[in-house]
C-alpha cells in the first residue's frame, strides 16, 4: 500500500484522502508514541480529517494537544515538545483537495522509513487500541503562534528601516502570522487575501506568477519595497521585487542561499544552472523532489541551507521543515543591504519551461520505462529522481509528480528552450 507521496499523502476529499484512512494514520501513528501536537489549514474538510485522525491517536493511548488553524511550519515547531506532530493540509493543492502530514520533534517530516513503517502498519492492520481507561486525553494550546514568532524575532537582525511589504496570504493559514511578525519587525504591512478561506475563492493557493497577479500590481501601484505570497499552509513563499516582478524559485534559492553564508546546500534536481553559477565554490548536492528528501540529504551532508524552486526553503537553525514565515522574515533583513531588483538582476539568466502532462498513476511506471528509452540518445542520464538529462545546451527532466497524477517537465537551455521542451513532451506524450 502506497499512501505517501514526495509531501505526505495527499488526494481528493473522501475519494483518495477519507475519514477511515486518517483514522487508521492516527492508530498507526500511536504504536509506541505518548504524546501528539495537530494542527491544520482552513479547507473546509480540515476539521472532519483532523478529528479522525485525533481520535486514532487517542484510541492508541496518545494524548493530542489541538492548535487550531496555523501554517504548517508554526505546527512543525511545536512538535519540538512532542512526540509527533500532525498537520492536516494540501498545502498549495486546490481547494477540493486535503492531505496529512506526519513530523518528527525537530521539524522534518517523517522520513522514508518511517512513512514505509505507517504504510506496513495500516496494511496489516496491525495496531495497538488501549483499554478503555488508557484513552489519550486532549488539550487546547493558544500560544503556538506567538511561539514561532518570538523563535524567529531571535534569528534575525530588524530591518533598518520601515519596509513597504504587500503581504498576499491566498486565504490560507499565514493569515494568522505572517502580517503580525512583520509588523512587530517595524514593517508597514498591507494585506490582500488575509481572511482565512476553505474555498480559496480569492486566487489558486499555489504562489505562482500567473495567480499571484493582484499582489505584483499592488507591489508597483503602491511602491513597495517586497511582495510575499503564501500557499494554503504557508510552508511556502514566494516574492515579487520592488520593481512588481515575479522573483523565480531557482532565483530565490541563489538569493538565500548567498547570504546564508554556507559552503554546503541541498537542492532537487529539478533546480536551474542558476543556482551553481551563482555559488562559486559552494557544495551543491541534489536530492530527489520534495521536501522531506531536501531535508533528509541536508542531514546527512551537514548543509545549513536547503529548498526547492517550488518555494520551499529549509533553514535548520528554526527547524528541518519549509518555513514560508521565517522565508519572509529573512528576505526583509537580506534587503537591508540591498534592492531586491538589484539581486535580481545581478544573476545569470537562462530559459526555463516547466509543464505537467496528465497521466493516471497506474500507466507511470510504464511510460517513464519508455520516456527513458528515449531520453538515454540526448546525453548523459541521471536517475536520482525521474529522468535527468544533461545536454550540451542545459538539461531536461522527466518524473512523475509526488502530489498529483501528472508527469512533470523541465527543460533548462542556454538558448532554444522551446525546441528542447517540445522534443521531450513528445516523448512523453507517445509514451502514454
Not at 500500500?1 to 494514520?25: C, Q
Not at 492531505?99 to 502498519?121: C, H, R, V, Y
Not at 518524473?399 to 533548462?412: D, W
Request: proline share 5%; with cysteine.
Amino acid at each position: 500500500m502506497k499512501l505517501f507521496g514526495s509531501s505526505g499523502i495527499r488526494g481528493l476529499t473522501n475519494v483518495d484522502v477519507t475519514p477511515e484512512l486518517a483514522l487508521n494514520v492516527g492508530k498507526a501513528a500511536g504504536k509506541k508514541r505518548t504524546c501528539a501536537v495537530i494542527a491544520r489549514d482552513p479547507r473546509v474538510a480540515g476539521p472532519m480529517i483532523e478529528q479522525a485522525i485525533a481520535s486514532g491517536l487517542m484510541c492508541s493511548g496518545v494524548d493530542v494537544t489541538w492548535l487550531g488553524i496555523v501554517p504548517t511550519p508554526t505546527l512543525a515547531y511545536a512538535a519540538r515538545d512532542f512526540d509527533i506532530g500532525v498537520m492536516v493540509t494540501a498545502s498549495h493543492n486546490p481547494a477540493q483537495d486535503i492531505g496529512i502530514k506526519l513530523w518528527n520533534p525537530d521539524g522534518m517530516a517523517f522520513d522514508s522509513k518511517q512513512q514505509e513503517e505507517i504504510e506496513q502498519t495500516i496494511s496489516s492492520s496491525d495496531y495497538a487500541p488501549v483499554e478503555w481507561n488508557d484513552i489519550g486525553t486532549t488539550h487546547i494550546y493558544e500560544n503556538s503562534v506567538e511561539d514561532h514568532i518570538t523563535a524567529i524575532l531571535d534569528n534575525i537582525d530588524l530591518p533598518k528601516r520601515d519596509y513597504k511589504v504587500v503581504v498576499d496570504c491566498g486565504s490560507g493559514a499565514g493569515s494568522v502570522i505572517t502580517p503580525w511578525l512583520l509588523r512587530r519587525m517595524g514593517c508597514r504591512v498591507l494585506t490582500l487575501n488575509a481572511q482565512p478561506d476553505g474555498h480559496f475563492t480569492a486566487r489558486n493557493p499555489e504562489p505562482k506568477e500567473k495567480n499571484v497577479g493582484l499582489l505584483m500590481k499592488t507591489v508597483k501601484d503602491t511602491g513597495a519595497d517586497l511582495g510575499i505570497a503564501h500557499d494554503g499552509d504557508a510552508d511556502r513563499m514566494m516574492a515579487v521585487d520592488d520593481k512588481g516582478r515575479f522573483v523565480g524559485g531557482d532565483q530565490m534559492l541563489a538569493i538565500f542561499a548567498a547570504y546564508e553564508d554556507t559552503d554546503k546546500i541541498v537542492v532537487p534536481v529539478d533546480t536551474s544552472m542558476v543556482v551553481d553559477d551563482a555559488l562559486p565554490g559552494t557544495k551543491i548536492t541534489r536530492s530527489r523532489v520534495g521536501d522531506v528528501y531536501v531535508a533528509e540529504c541536508m542531514k546527512k551532508t551537514g548543509a545549513s541551507f536547503g529548498g526547492e524552486p517550488s518555494g520551499s526553503w529549509i533553514f535548520p537553525k528554526i527547524s528541518f521543515c519549509p518555513d514560508g514565515i521565517y522565508a519572509a522574515a529573512r528576505l526583509i533583513e537580506i534587503i537591508n543591504s540591498r534592492k531586491l531588483c538589484e539581486l535580481v538582476d545581478g544573476l545569470p539568466k537562462y530559459q526555463t519551461k516547466r509543464a505537467g502532462i496528465a497521466c493516471e498513476r497506474i500507466k507511470m511506471a510504464d511510460v517513464m520505462e519508455k520516456t527513458a528509452a528515449q531520453l538515454s540518445l540526448l546525453g548523459d542520464v541521471s536517475m536520482i529522481d525521474g529522468i535527468r538529462v544533461e545536454t550540451g545546451n542545459g538539461w531536461v527532466l522527466v518524473r512523475p509528480s509526488g502530489t498529483e497524477p501528472k508527469i512533470r517537465i523541465t527543460a533548462e537551455t542556454r538558448s532554444g528552450v522551446d525546441e528542447q521542451f517540445s522534443i521531450v513532451e513528445r516523448i512523453v506524450e507517445d509514451a502514454i
